[in-house]
C-alpha cells in the first residue's frame, strides 16, 4: 500500500471520513453497475447561487478522496430539476411581468427573460455548466425533462404506480391533515395548459401504468405516468431518482436533513439501494439570511471571480461544512491568504499532513507551487496608501521588494494585485476612516519616524518588523494598541498586516512620508 492511500485512509479530514463511508458500502463486493455514482441536484428556479457551486465542490472533494483509497471507477452527475413548475417569478431576472402567465408551468416550457435560450430552464442549466465548466469540474449534466420525456424514468414511474399506496403512506405521514386530503405523489402536466397541477388522484392504474383525476376545471382526465406526462412531486422524486439512477452519494443543505428518512424509504419501495449522504450547513448573507437562488441575496460565482481565484472560493468551501457560514465581500481576503498559506505549507509536509492540508482536497493532490510571495492582505493596504487604480501601480511597489518577480514567473502575485485594486475601490475605499493620533500616539509615530528616517540596514520585513515593535514595547501595554493606532491612523483600517512586512514592501521614505502626512492632519 502506497504511503498517500495509508495516510488517506486513517486521515481525518471531512471528505476521507465520507469516502470511506463508500468504500464500506462495496467492501464485499464492487457495483453491478460497475463504478460509484455521485449525485448532485439542482433545482433552476432561479439564477444558480454560490451554494450549488460549493454542494458540487464539496461532492468533487470526496470523490477524490475515494478515488485515492479505491481502485473502483466513479462518475459524478449533476440533475436538474428542470421539469418542475414556476411557482413564482424570481426577484432578480429581466422583464418579470412576462413570467407571470407562465406560473406553473415547467420551467423548460417557461419563456427565457433574458430571450437567449428555448426556456428559462435552459438558460438556468446553461448558467450552471458554464460556472461548474469555469472550475474545470468533471460532471455530467442530466436533465429531468429529458429523462422523463424520452422515457428513460418511465420503467420507475410504473413501478411508482404499482406501489402507490406504499409510496402515499410513507408521503402522508409527514404531511398536516389538510395537505392530505388533495396530495398526490404524481402531478400530472395538462395536455393543453401545459401547467403542472397539484390534484388528488380519482385511481390510478398500475396495470395500464396510468392515473385518473379531476383537473383543476373539474374535468376528468386520464393521462400514462410515462413519457413526461406526469412528474413526481418533489419528495418522491428525491428518492425515485436514486433508485432509477442508482446513486451511491449525494450531499445537501441542511434545510433537506428532516426528509431523508423520507427520500430513503422512497427508494428502497422503488428496489433501489438508499445512498450514503452528507448534511451541510446553509451559507447566509450578510445580514445573516440564507442565500437564495430566486432573491438572489449574497455572492454569486461571478463575484467571488471578480476580486479574488478559484481556487480560494474551493478553500472557502473546504471548511468547516457543517458550520453555516456568513458568505459576504468581507470574507475574501482571509480565504485568499489562507489558501496560499496551506500551498506553502504543503511541500514541506509529510503524506499524513498532506491529506489533512485542504489544498490536497481542492486539486485532488495535484497541488501547484504559491507564488503569491506578498500577502492579499498586503496588497489591499498598498493599493490604499498609494492610491492605486490598476495593478501596473502596485507593480511598482513590488518590483523594488522582489526585483526577481515578474508577472510570467509569478502569476498567482499578478492576478492577486489586480483583484487587490479592484478590491480596494469597491469595498475598502468607500469605508476608510482616518483618526487623528492621542498624545501617546504621537509622541510614538515620531519616535517611528525618526527611526526609520536613520535607518540606513538592509529592507528586510523582520528588521523593519523589530524597530516598529521596539517602539511600541516601551509605550503600550498591551501592545496590540500600538499596532491599532498605526492600522487607524496611517491606514484608515480597523487591522492590517504585518507592518514591518508593510514598509518594507511601501518603502521606508514612503512610510515616513505618510507618517508625516498623518501628523500634519491630511489623512483624516
Request: overall charge negative.
Amino acid at each position: 500500500m502506497s504511503e498517500l492511500r495509508e495516510a488517506a485512509l486513517a486521515s481525518k479530514a471531512w471528505p476521507f471520513e465520507e469516502a470511506r463511508k463508500l468504500v464500506k458500502r462495496y467492501q464485499k463486493a464492487p457495483p453491478e453497475k460497475g463504478h460509484v455514482l455521485f449525485e448532485t441536484g439542482y433545482g433552476p428556479s432561479g439564477l444558480p447561487h454560490i451554494g450549488t457551486f460549493g454542494e458540487v465542490a464539496r461532492t468533487t472533494m470526496i470523490r477524490r478522496a475515494f478515488e485515492a483509497i479505491s481502485d473502483i471507477p466513479t462518475r459524478l452527475i449533476c440533475f436538474s430539476d428542470d421539469l418542475d413548475g414556476m411557482r413564482k417569478v424570481p426577484g432578480n431576472v429581466p422583464n418579470p411581468e412576462r413570467l407571470e402567465q407562465h406560473l406553473q408551468r415547467p420551467l423548460t416550457s417557461v419563456p427565457d427573460p433574458f430571450e437567449e435560450y428555448d426556456s428559462f430552464g435552459e438558460h438556468n442549466n446553461a448558467m450552471l455548466r458554464r460556472f461548474l465548466d469555469t472550475f474545470g469540474f468533471d460532471y455530467e449534466f442530466i436533465s429531468a425533462t429529458e429523462y422523463y420525456r424520452s422515457g428513460q424514468f418511465d420503467a420507475i414511474l410504473l413501478r411508482a404506480a404499482e406501489r402507490y399506496d406504499d409510496i402515499m403512506a410513507v408521503m402522508l405521514k409527514s404531511l398536516r391533515e389538510e395537505r392530505r386530503q388533495t396530495y398526490s405523489i404524481f402531478l400530472p402536466i395538462h395536455p393543453e395548459s401545459g401547467r403542472v397541477m397539484y390534484v388528488p388522484m380519482k385511481h390510478v392504474d398500475a396495470a395500464d401504468g396510468t392515473i385518473t383525476f379531476d383537473t383543476e376545471d373539474g374535468e376528468e382526465m386520464t393521462l400514462p405516468v410515462t413519457g413526461g406526462n406526469v412528474k413526481l412531486q418533489w419528495k418522491p422524486d428525491f428518492g425515485a431518482r436514486w433508485a432509477a439512477l442508482d446513486v451511491d452519494f449525494e450531499m445537501y443543505g441542511k434545510d433537506h436533513s428532516t426528509n431523508t428518512p423520507i427520500y430513503d424509504r422512497i427508494c428502497q419501495i422503488l428496489g433501489g439501494h438508499k445512498p450514503e449522504h452528507f448534511t451541510y450547513e446553509l451559507f447566509l448573507d450578510e445580514n445573516g439570511q440564507k442565500i437564495s437562488k430566486s432573491s438572489g441575496n449574497g455572492l454569486t460565482i461571478d463575484e467571488w471571480l471578480t476580486y479574488a481565484s478559484t481556487e480560494s472560493l474551493s478553500y472557502f468551501m473546504y471548511q468547516k461544512p457543517k458550520t453555516a457560514k456568513r458568505m459576504y465581500f468581507d470574507v475574501i481576503p482571509k480565504a485568499m491568504d489562507e489558501y496560499h498559506q496551506q500551498l506553502r505549507a504543503y511541500p514541506g509536509q509529510d503524506a499524513k499532513a498532506q491529506v489533512n492540508n485542504p489544498v490536497w482536497h481542492i486539486h485532488g493532490g495535484n497541488v501547484p507551487v504559491s507564488t503569491l510571495i506578498v500577502p492579499f492582505s498586503m496588497l489591499l493596504n498598498l493599493a490604499s496608501v498609494s492610491g492605486a487604480e490598476d495593478k501596473d501601480q502596485l507593480w511598482g511597489f513590488i518590483r523594488r521588494y522582489a526585483p526577481e518577480a515578474t508577472a510570467e514567473s509569478h502569476p498567482d502575485l499578478d492576478a492577486a494585485a489586480g483583484y487587490a485594486v479592484k478590491y480596494f475601490n469597491d469595498f475598502v475605499k468607500p469605508t476608510r476612516t482616518y483618526r487623528a493620533a492621542t498624545e501617546a500616539e504621537r509622541d510614538a509615530l515620531l519616535e517611528l519616524r525618526a527611526q526609520l528616517a536613520a535607518y540606513d540596514g538592509r529592507i528586510d520585513d523582520e528588521a523593519l518588523q523589530s524597530i516598529v515593535y521596539a517602539v511600541g514595547r516601551d509605550r503600550f501595554d498591551p501592545l496590540r494598541g500600538w499596532f491599532t493606532a498605526l492600522y487607524e491612523v496611517l491606514l484608515g483600517a480597523s487591522q492590517g498586516p504585518r507592518f514591518g512586512g508593510f514598509i518594507a514592501l511601501y518603502g521606508v521614505d514612503e512610510t515616513v512620508a505618510l507618517i508625516d502626512k498623518a501628523l500634519a492632519g491630511e489623512l483624516a
